[in-house]
């Protein structure tokens, strides 16, 4: 062991191993053998295949080898479930997605120490990457369910969807996969890469801790044979497939005059190209992602260097200083680059192209650094003066190789680009974003990074062109992809969504004066004083703040300092959404007899806190979807247009349906970044006093919401005279929505009046959707002319 002070002189890396006991507990607990997940249910399967770890060899565990019957058995509980999946209302299937992505982050550490064990990826990738990534595609899938009847009206379900995928990010395709299969109201077979299915295999226990209905996800382990069976049952809709251009064709070619509906992600050998006037340090670093990322087992892997001649020395010079310095080594270790190939058969394969890519004239080049002895670990490759077509440019190599081939001018280096039979994805580096935007366009390939590479996310559609597929995964595209228009083919439908019965309302008895809620603090009124708020016979219910000008003042200021709402990612705003609406289904019981004390009937509060619980889902799906345009006007350019947050938004809110409304406004101006003071309705405020609590118990941060009680037209009219605040909506009496209206005009803010008319807040058309987000944001529009 080393001193510190030669710690300190060396600055060499010590070991940083995660600790893999929970998850080898967790083998052990299973007697390291799996079977078969069908209809909710475990059953044992007639034949087994083993798992090992790429990195040590060791066995990790036998998993089921499934069978054509045993296929088609998982293939019948999905197909008996779903009829009754499909006609589930898209708020029940977002809450199991939801319940889904909570699971999987409740249990992140275990999963990425399963996935390293079971891949050999380093265990910082599968910790930083695969694992929040999938919960995020669950996270924002849970969205589209909430959504998609409204933005994809008279669409429907496919069926049985027949997912497979690949063995380089197993947990992660696996989400891709079944996260908008189900938001859409199918129900899947999932057959994970033989090689690879421990992480589904914990999935599968995870769908029952998520309360996912039997049969609705099944998953069936096994080989090339089990992904057969599964593409050729006559029950099996559609195929979604992840993996080789091989495959992808078979599959194409089996399913073709079946009516499958098919989306295919299949090979790349993507472009990394570097322009002349290019940052040449980020672009090291983006190609080391690029390329070494998952030691290069990437569909996307940015295998092919092109590079500007004026600066290719330059550029290979950095390129090799910081492979001198790359980590290969245990991938369980946090400190290392770069881990363990999938198996000896595919180190093989890589080192057979490299040696060929030599043969036709390249030059390979490798870092001198330590490398394990083990079959399946292997030093980076570097291969130069690599002709068009020398075979390294035109095959998929799938590992640690990177090709350089240098160009001349922009539309060589497009030509070059294109000089390949995949177009999946390309990089492009340069500080020139006309040059980078004109490349973009002239590449043939389904995602282009600009200054960037590896940039994935559920919100944004993910797909190739040529022989790298079709069809996309991921945002709205993706959505469409795991649908049909109703009744396109047979004219029948999924059928209505089943009613939900009301429950017991217990009594809630109240025991306390409510406080105003500013800047993360319950705080008394100014003036010291409170109102009763009054039952329809007159009897007192409680009390609440007369607050007064001075109030208003903090809660504004409060909200103009929480910037850092307005700067959380669409991503962690929707997660917060998700945790107001759990806390508050948590006291479900509770707000309905609050509602039910004010008068509203026991089956109608019910209602109105489960409708409310349903718009916060809604909020949370949109946080990440109310996206601009790109337009494209009769010139060389695009132009973006942008919704951003309009800041600072005061609410006033209806006396009608007090706890819906008040989530009807506050949720869609949150959603989008804004920061809110809220002043709650004037004959029930009691709503939304008890929100702060469930405010207080779900992360939002201090001045996001601000909740003042009081006298709601006096309120509205100081919010509507501060300069601060950006917006003001007034939903009250018409008198009041006038005076705000005048107030307003001093400073030309913006503001949204009901003029003393009623809104159906129950509805999904009247009380919620893009008229609410629209006026929670402002559009900037942004010029981007292309071309030199």
Known sequence: MPSIPEIFDTMAYGPAPEDSARAREWLAAHGHGFDLFIGGAWQIPAARLPVTNPATGEQLAEIADANADEVDAAVQAAAAAFPGWAATPGHARARVLYALARSIQKHSRLLAVIETLDNGKPIRETRDLDVPLAARHFYH??????????????????????????WNFPLLMLAWKIAPAIAAGNTVVLKPADLTSLSALFFAELCA????????????????????????????????????????????????????????????????????????????????????????????????????????????????????????????????????????????????????????????????????????????VLLEDVSPANIV???EIFGPVLTVTSFRTLGEAADLANNTRYGLAATIYSQSGARALDLARRVKAGVVWINCTNQLDAACGFGGVRESGFGREGGLEGMLEYLRPMGEWDGAGAGPAAGVPPLALPPAPIDRTPKNYIGGKQNRPDGGTSRAVLAPGGATLGLVADSNRKDIRDAVEAAH????????????????????????????????????????????????????????????????????????????????????????????????????????????????????????????????????????????????INIVTGDRDRLALVLAQHDQVGAMWHFGGADGGAAVERAAAATIKRSWVAHGRARDWASPTHGEGRAFLRHASQLKTIWLPYGD
């Not at 989306?263 to 790349?268: C, I, K, N, S, V």
């Not at 890519?357 to 980076?380: L, S, Y």
């Open 561 to 704: 300092l929480a910037e850092g709402w307005t700067k959380l990612t669409a991503h962690a705003r929707a997660q917060i959404l998700f945790y107001l609406a759990e806390n508050l289904s948590a006291r479900a019981d509770e707000f309905a007899g609050r509602l039910a004390s004010a008068g509203t009937a026991p089956r109608a509060a019910q209602a109105e806190v489960e409708a409310s619980i349903a718009r916060l889902f809604a909020y949370a799906a949109w946080a990440d979807k109310f996206d601009g345009r790109v337009h494209s006007p009769p010139m060389r350019a695009v132009a973006l247009s942008i919704n951003e947050p309009v800041g600072v938004i005061g609410i006033a809110c209806p006396d009608e349906a007090p706890l819906l409304a008040l989530v009807s406004l506050l949720a869609p101006a949150i959603a989008l970044g804004n920061r809110c003071v809220v002043v709650p309705s004037d004959a029930m405020p009691l709503p939304a006093t008890d929100f702060i609590q469930v405010i207080e118990t779900s992360d939002v941060p201090a001045g996001t």
């Open 393 to 395: 440019a035109a095959e």
């Open 209 to 380: 801790e998520a309360g996912v209905p039997p049969g609705v996800i099944n998953i069936v382990t096994g080989g090339a044979e089990t992904g057969g069976a599964l593409v050729r049952h006559p029950r099996v809709a559609k195929i979604a497939f992840t993996g080789s251009t091989r495959v992808g064709q078979g599959i194409r070619e089996t399913t073709a005059g079946t009516g499958k509906a098919l989306t295919l992600e299949l090979g790349g050998k993507s472009p990394f190209i570097v322009m002349d006037d290019a940052d040449l340090d980020a672009a090291v670093d983006g190609l080391v992602d690029a390329i070494w990322f998952n030691q290069g087992q990437v569909c996307c892997a940015g295998s092919r260097l092109l590079v500007h001649e004026a600066v290719a020395d330059t550029l290979l010079a950095r390129i090799k200083t910081r492979l001198g310095r790359f980590r290969i080594g245990d991938p369980l270790d946090k400190g290392v680059d770069m881990g363990a190939l999938i198996s000896p058969a595919q180190r093989a394969r890589v080192a057979e192209l490299v040696a060929r890519g030599v043969a036709e004239g390249a030059t390979a080049w490798e870092p001198a650094i330590d490398c394990p002895t083990g079959e399946c670990f292997m030093r980076p």
């Open 141 to 166: 899938h849970a969205g589209w369910a909430q959504l998609i009847a409204a933005e994809a009206p008279d669409h429907e379900p496919l069926g049985v969807v027949g997912a497979i995928t690949p």
